[in-house]
């Protein structure tokens, strides 16, 4: 448990697997300087009670990850501004970590990763530190020194390529709406919803949301 005489760095665990999810709880509960918040499965709910606890830290697990993708971030972002995302027990892959570097992740923990090891990647993370896989060190040096090596290929006339109804679909995606809350307020059906975003992305180029948001966030089209 937390020690009063400690800064207790509040976690909100999001875990699909509950062996996982309360085994991983117990470890970091048991740290003078870490409480978990909370320790559940991905809901529809999950960014209002987000934003209801105001945890430092939100961990999401790979398997989350891997069933919501990129929307999760945004998701969790939108509802606690300052919130610092620690992505736990992913693979060792250098594309996705280097995505989900730019959309906001400080801490990238692969599968082989003890639970003492998490639990120092989330003291880390907390103190606006990064964590950071050493085999993806160079790649992320390499990104910063060319940064636009890494980005989806179209840029320029963006804004111009998409539709009004396109570009009101980027500023939705942005806030973490999904696409069944964008259909709700658009009145349209989530097929459609989905027909409409399919076109978006082959016209920027990007291979997901996330990565519309972001081509669009450089062309000036969201904030």
Not at 43 to 52: F, H, K, L, S
Not at 88 to 93: A, E, I, R
Not at 105 to 123: D, F, P, T
Request: aromatic residues 6%; positive net charge; contains cysteine.
């Amino acid at each position: 448990m937390c020690a009063e005489k400690f800064d207790c760095i509040d976690v909100f665990l999001l875990a699909e697997n509950r062996l996982l999810r309360e085994a991983l709880a117990r470890v970091l509960d048991n740290k003078n300087d870490i409480r978990v918040v909370a320790a559940v499965a991905y809901d529809v709910n999950v960014a209002q009670r987000v934003g209801e606890l105001r945890p430092r830290i939100i961990a999401l697990d790979s398997s989350v990850f891997e069933r919501i993708g990129f929307d999760i971030v945004a998701s969790v972002r939108n509802a606690v501004l300052d919130i610092k995302i620690l992505l736990v027990g992913m693979d060792s892959d250098k594309e996705t970590f280097l995505r989900c570097v730019r959309a906001g992740v400080s801490g990238y923990v692969l599968k082989e990763a003890s639970a003492n090891e998490v639990a120092a990647a989330v003291r880390s993370v907390a103190y606006d530190g990064a964590v950071c896989p050493p085999k993806f060190c160079a790649a992320l040096f390499e990104q910063v020194a060319n940064p636009r090596s890494e980005f989806p290929r179209y840029r320029g006339k963006s804004q111009s390529r998409l539709t009004r109804r396109e570009q009101q679909l980027v500023q939705m995606i942005s806030q973490g709406l999904s696409n069944k809350e964008i259909a709700n307020q658009l009145n349209l059906s989530e097929q459609t919803v989905k027909n409409h975003i399919h076109r978006m992305l082959r016209k920027l180029g990007a291979s997901d949301r996330m990565s519309a948001v972001e081509v669009c966030r450089v062309e000036g089209i969201v904030a």
